[in-house]
């Protein structure tokens, strides 16, 4: 495709309901991301993938929170028994090579809603 | 730590100019600015790299005091799209966590 891509756009979950969001990356782009951003904030780092690597998830918030990349290319970020202070909007984006210095590309987000 | 950007928030006239400050406690290895527009996701503006490599787009330009970990956003001759929030990003050395400023909201008038 021609850019990232995020799948739900918004999900509205019951507190306790388990979460799945996925996100597509750019064909071909080794690093992958996820951020959080709530209301009126700028996005927060969660966790950082190399390929299928892992090689960073020290943003993320607790044990309920899971990601996994596992061929290297879409990612899914799992929230299990959401709260309430999970709701927010969740970031994914893409870069080209693994270089700390590369450039980054968003996709829309998912908006997700606690009730 | 998060990086702190100045102004917090900035009404312009179509036409004036306007500088965003990103200023961070600890070393840098490069700065990038994005712009998100509301209910959209940020939108790569730039890359300033160790050794004050500057990088403009348009009538957007920055500028990177790696000594003062500092950055710069220069926006001349502000258009209306311009509006929206700037955030820098930043990655110290040797990690791979990626941190944004905490927030510049623009505002351009006609």
């Known amino acids: 495709g021609a850019g990232v891509s995020q799948s739900p756009r918004y999900k509205v979950a019951k507190r306790g309901q388990d979460v799945a969001l996925r996100c597509d990356p750019i064909?071909?782009?080794?690093?992958l991301f996820w951020y959080q951003q709530a209301l009126g904030q700028g996005p927060e780092f969660l966790t950082y993938f190399q390929n299928e690597a892992q090689l960073d998830k020290s943003g993320l918030p607790s044990d309920r929170f899971f990601a996994e990349r596992p061929e290297g290319s879409v990612s899914t970020l799992k929230i299990q028994r959401t709260q309430q202070e999970d709701s927010a909007v969740y970031l994914c984006?893409?870069?080209?090579?693994?270089?700390?210095?590369?450039?980054?590309?968003f996709g829309p987000g998912t908006r997700l809603t606690v009730l | 730590q998060q990086p702190v950007q100045s102004p917090q928030a900035v009404i312009l006239r179509e036409g004036e100019d306007a500088v965003i400050n990103c200023s961070s406690s600890k070393a840098l290895y490069s700065v990038h600015w994005y712009r998100q527009k509301h209910g959209e996701a940020p939108v790569f503006l730039m890359i300033l790299l160790k050794g004050g490599e500057q990088k403009g787009h348009e009538k957007i330009s920055a500028s990177f005091n790696e000594k003062k970990q500092q950055s710069s956003l220069y926006l001349t001759a502000s258009q209306l799209s311009y509006s929206g929030t700037y955030f820098c990003g930043t990655e110290a050395s040797g990690t791979y966590k990626y941190i944004f400023g905490t927030g510049t909201r623009l505002k351009v008038l006609a």
């Open positions: 064909s071909g782009h080794v690093s």
């Open positions: 984006a893409s870069s080209l090579r693994g270089a700390q210095a590369d450039t980054q590309y």
